[in-house]
């Protein structure tokens, strides 16, 4: 646990403090405070975001911090366009999950810049990293609906959006072709880098195991429908917590840390 | 047909397909402890080839019997596409060489390593040991030039002191490699400065006078200028060099001086007997060279003179195949679960309107 006392740390640290002020503002009841606050919270994220990219001279997706630093920057847009297009709701969780997210970049991963090794200058880096970190919250976003429908059967307040077992579903039909798009320009990437379309790392193991969960996640509301709304949502966090493990392995396992250990 | 297979049957082989798929993520939770290597014998065992196999049968029968698979696109898209990386993945598996040998005489090593010297060629491919031969190419790769490229403004320069049996050294002390970087050590010991960083360290004698320069002509030998001053007010200079650490020793202290490559380059010619016409290609990093069936990539180099490369060799039976897979797969899962998924409705009404 650190403090970062730079211009960096401030500005995650203001991000952080709105979205939390954002989120129990919400849970207040006072929807248009909350939702400027929610606004303002995630423009401190870009700018938080952007100063990183010109500070490193790179996207800054190389490292976990770096990586929580961008998740941080993608709760708003994805409120907004859940709502507008899936008719998916629950700001107030999006909020507590934006300060959640810029947590580990404030105070836990290191903000020390790197250099990019030779493996990451490949025009695959963005992309592949990119498309991983937004299906990353997408799914984080589906499992707080998951979460939502174990504990609050009655779904929603507001009628005109999907109940939470519906919603957990539309979020993990957004988030898995974006996922399995991940894997397979990681997978490309190595075959260019490393000469192995597949190379058994444990780090690529682990997003074989998230891709594997929530293909089976899909498989078995095929199966049942929504039967088994629970279990269906039991799946969805498990999802989460697969998710969490692959970020996180480089870090919780130096043993195996493979040819991903670049990323910690 | 498929409503002459009973409706319980096709839903078992769903639940089938279900249990395959979790029992997959087992046994890669299982291979993420093993390690890569261990994960990789575990995957090409023989049970691990049957499991894929069934696997494999297990979806194309999927989609002979479920009608809906074939009738949507998206659907019919995702499963082919995972087919077909199953087969192009068992096809390039080392059994799937071992057969292509022994049914069809193609002869080719999964994976290798070459050592390539620079300004020779070499036609060998090793095993990771470099022990045993794994296999003669048809043709030889001549090593022109070999490069490396630093980042030489994130360099750091490490200091170290031998104790007094000799046997034991520790850190203990580490600064930026840049000039003016001053490192006070205890109580015994001089101070440290950089006074100088050189790209490529180059002493040259004339008229019996030694000159130091910093050559611009092509080539790297990073090295560092030091000044020590002892406590005694003696001072001394020193040079630390990245590539010949055994050169960095000053009395107790030992250096090193850490640069990260940011590229290396091995300048390549594909030399085929008798063949007038040759290829080359600068493979680094990201970028390997595709020739004769194999993919030769930037694996590693030689650490202390930079004469020779390390070239990874990956045979590229199977590959296009699973990249067909790849773009079919992609592509079904964004056609269902997008524009027939969860996008529909909305484009829907945006062509009504």
């Known amino acids: 646990m650190e403090i970062k006392w730079t211009i960096q740390g401030g500005i995650i640290y203001a991000a952080l403090a709105t979205y939390l002020l954002a989120f129990v503002i919400a849970v207040l009841q006072r929807g248009k405070p909350a939702k400027a606050l929610y606004i303002i919270g995630f423009l401190l994220a870009v700018v938080s975001f952007i100063y990183r990219w010109l500070h490193v001279r790179h996207v800054p997706m190389q490292n976990l911090f770096e990586v929580f630093v961008t998740m941080g920057m993608l709760i708003y847009p994805l409120s907004v366009f859940s709502r507008k297009y899936l008719r998916v709701g629950v700001e107030a969780s999006d909020m507590l999950l934006g300060a959640v997210v810029l947590f580990p970049a404030g105070f836990i991963f290191s903000a020390e810049p790197q250099t990019l090794p030779p493996a990451l200058q490949c025009w695959l880096f963005a992309p592949h990293v990119a498309v991983y970190i937004i299906s990353y919250v997408i799914m984080a976003k589906a499992a707080v609906q998951a979460i939502g429908q174990l504990s609050l059967p009655s779904g929603p307040r507001d009628s005109s959006l999907v109940d939470y077992e519906m919603a957990t579903y539309h979020m993990i039909c957004l988030g898995f072709p974006l996922m399995t798009l991940g894997l397979v320009f990681g997978s490309w990437w190595g075959h260019l880098a490393w000469g192995d379309w597949w190379g058994w790392d444990p780090k690529e193991l682990w997003s074989l195991v998230t891709w594997l969960v929530y293909l089976g996640y899909l498989h078995f509301r095929y199966i049942y429908g929504r039967k088994y709304k629970r279990i269906n949502s039991i799946w969805a966090i498990v999802g989460l917590l697969a998710i969490l493990i692959t970020l996180l392995w480089v870090n919780l396992a130096k043993l195996f840390s493979g040819l991903h250990s670049y990323a910690t | ?331 079904g899962t964004f056609w269902h679960f997008w524009f027939s998924g969860i996008f529909k409705p909305r484009l829907q009404r945006i062509n009504s309107d």
């Open chain 2, 1 to 331: 047909m498929t409503r002459d297979i009973p409706k319980k049957l096709r839903w078992f082989l769903a639940r089938i397909v279900l249990l395959w798929i979790m029992a997959l993520a087992v046994l890669a939770v299982i291979g993420a402890f093993r390690g890569a290597t261990r994960a990789r014998e575990l995957f090409n065992s023989f049970p691990m080839q049957i499991f894929w196999l069934v696997f494999t049968l297990l979806l194309t029968v999927g989609m002979l019997v479920f009608a809906r698979l074939r009738q949507k696109v998206g659907l019919l898209l995702i499963h082919a596409g995972c087919v077909l990386v199953l087969v192009g993945g068992m096809w390039g598996s080392d059994l799937g060489h071992q057969l292509q040998k022994q049914f069809w005489g193609i002869d080719k090593v999964p994976q290798g390593y070459m050592v390539v010297l620079e300004g020779k060629k070499a036609d060998k491919i090793m095993s990771g040991d470099f022990r045993k031969e794994l296999a003669q190419l048809p043709f030889s790769l001549r090593l022109h030039d070999f490069r490396l490229e630093y980042y030489h403004e994130q360099g750091k320069l490490l200091v170290y002191r031998q104790d007094k049996s000799g046997s034991q050294i520790d850190m203990i002390g580490k600064i930026p490699a840049r000039p003016g970087e001053v490192l006070q050590l205890d109580q015994g010991l001089p101070s440290l400065k950089v006074l100088r960083q050189f790209h490529n360290f180059r002493i040259t004698t004339e008229n019996g006078s030694r000159t130091i320069t910093d050559d611009a002509q092509a080539g790297e030998n990073p090295a560092l200028e030091l000044e020590l001053t002892w406590p005694d007010g003696n001072l001394q200079k020193s040079y630390v060099f990245e590539r010949f650490p055994k050169f960095n020793q000053v009395g107790p202290l030992h250096f090193r001086y850490i640069l990260m490559p940011k590229d290396y380059f091995s300048d390549l010619e594909v030399e085929v007997a008798g063949a007038p016409r040759t290829v080359r290609k600068m493979v680094e990093v990201n970028h390997p060279l595709h020739y004769g069936g194999y993919y030769f990539y930037q694996s590693d180099y030689d650490h202390q003179g930079g004469t020779y490369t390390v070239l990874s060799v990956t045979s590229d039976t199977g590959l296009g195949i699973v990249f067909g897979g790849y773009f079919l797969l992609c592509l």
